[in-house]
């Protein structure tokens, strides 16, 4: 690994950390957090003077360089187990799960069948049996979900399973289900706890009744406090549970760590292990390729070199791109994805932290023009960046109007009008310092947040609809990005708040409402799970394959702010953690010895 670091971090925009043209002291290859989140780093503050002009006082974030370098990502060679061998073992796999999958009794046992899914689901390999896996929950719903009647006599474990399963499924499961859990003072029944593997279940549903969710939650801690929970892999299953639930996590990340505990249960069954191993490592070879293309385009726009005071971060946004889709037919979306994420990362640093504000007025001018001739007009670190997104988007535009006839540019134009728009009310912000109330915070915040931008870019470029038509797409887009937005803000407020930037959700609700800190925290909290009962409800609403594809890419960026967030800004500067996290999902394959 040592390879994989760049030697000398220090540059500036003609490659000179003390350019005796502009006096420039630059920070290191500096690297923001995603989606227009501010550094967590400490920013100095830089002159930049010229023979005519007054000395401009500019912002840098001090950020460490990529740890993963051009050759090394060149270097790559793609794992073995895309060749044909692994292709015939892994089909031949696919079969005998088939026969595992026919000879589950759906009828007589819905709980097995249902635990069966689950497995399928957290082990990454459900996309190969989506017929099979549709045809059984059909008929459990029909024989034990469908009415009152019906779902009344099913204890805990099999409600709390189904409900989730079902719903993620498309089937609608109202939360009445759980109704009977609760005594005549509308308390949960005591003896509900004594079942772990109903609560489990229960925690881990996505719209569950606000009270059985506090109720589970307190439950199960107690029960790891006093050593309840005898088995290792429930006892694994639960602090995995308890640290983010699993409607939050992002599948192609539980894979990793469910393959593990996979293991160690008395009941796994050998073929879905083995297939799930081996699927992992030949879809780790399939985005092996794609990041060594993504590479290939990141070099060949040289903002690294160019905008030395913009994050370079081009693993870690691959990263993203794989949460939103990983399964190996979204290719595609995954590159589109990859591109997007690392232009937003350098516009927003050229809002967030370089730019001046008349600098930042002229470049909103020339992004609403999309006219090349007009970049003269600005500074050349910005013709540079115009420019580098400008010939990218077009080139999407092109692709999609060669490959499907279909004419996207006003679309995506009018997407990053808008995004820049929004970057701009916040440089007027902070340089007024003015702090805007909770919600005027985050109707603008959402947009700066670059779901929009990001998805809106995607989806015209991969499908011929039109993303307009579709109100619960964009529903989900906006919630999405809400969730993004507060899972950042609650990771990094404090280290901003320092350093002096413009207040976000934290300190906007404790100044509009004098609320402390830790209360303020709490609301932001309260707003995500609120959030999330809304994101479920509007995927019940959506209209067309491509909307669910593209809503769950939006979704799943919403997930990994939850992923990347928990402890602070560590997209903006990595450790440790989060640098073996890369290494598991894109370099090491995993252990083929069961």
Known sequence: MASTYISNPTTCLFENPWCRKCTHITSNRSTNQLYSIKPSATVTMAHVTTTDKPPIVRRSANY?????????????????????KYKTTSQGLKETVKTVI???????????????????QRLGISYHFQDEISNMLKMIYNRYYETHEKWNRLDLNLKSLGFRLLRQHGYHIPQEIFED???????IKTHIGEDVVGFVSCYEGENILDEAREFTTKCLKEKLEKNKI???????????????PLHWTIQRFEAIWFIETYKKRSNMRPALLELAILDFNIVQGIHQEDLKFSSRWWDGLAWDKNLSFARDRLVESFMWSVGSRHEPPYGDIRKHITKLISIVNVVDDVYDVYGTLDELEQFTQVVKRWDINAIEELPHYMKICFLGFYNTINEMAYNSLTGQESHVVPHLKKAWVDY???????????????TPTLEEYLK??????SVPVIITNAYFCGSIEDINADEALNNLIHLSAMILRLTDDLGTSTAELKRGDVPKAVECYMHETGASEEKARTYIRKLIMETWKKINKEKMALKSPSSRIFAECATNLGRM???????GDIFGSPDDLYTSHEMSLLFTPKSYHI
Request: proline share 3%; charged share 20%.
């Open 102 to 120: 026919f000879d589950a009794n759906v009828v007589e046992n819905p709980l097995r069948t249902l635990e069966l899914v689950d497995d399928l």
């Open 561 to 567: 702010g939850h992923f990347t967030y928990q402890r």
């Open 444 to 449: 603008n915040s959402c947009i700066t947040i």
């Open 420 to 434: 820049c728009d929004a970057n701009l009310v916040e440089a007027r912000w902070f340089n007024s310092g003015y």
């Open 230 to 244: 005898v088995d290792e892999s429930m006892s694994m299953l639960v602090r995995h549970a308890l640290d983010l």
């Open 64 to 84: 460490p360089p990529s740890q993963w370098s051009y050759d090394y990502l060149q270097s790559l060679v793609t794992t073995s187990y895309v060749g044909e």
């Open 181 to 187: 859990i609760k005594d005549e003072t509308g308390n």
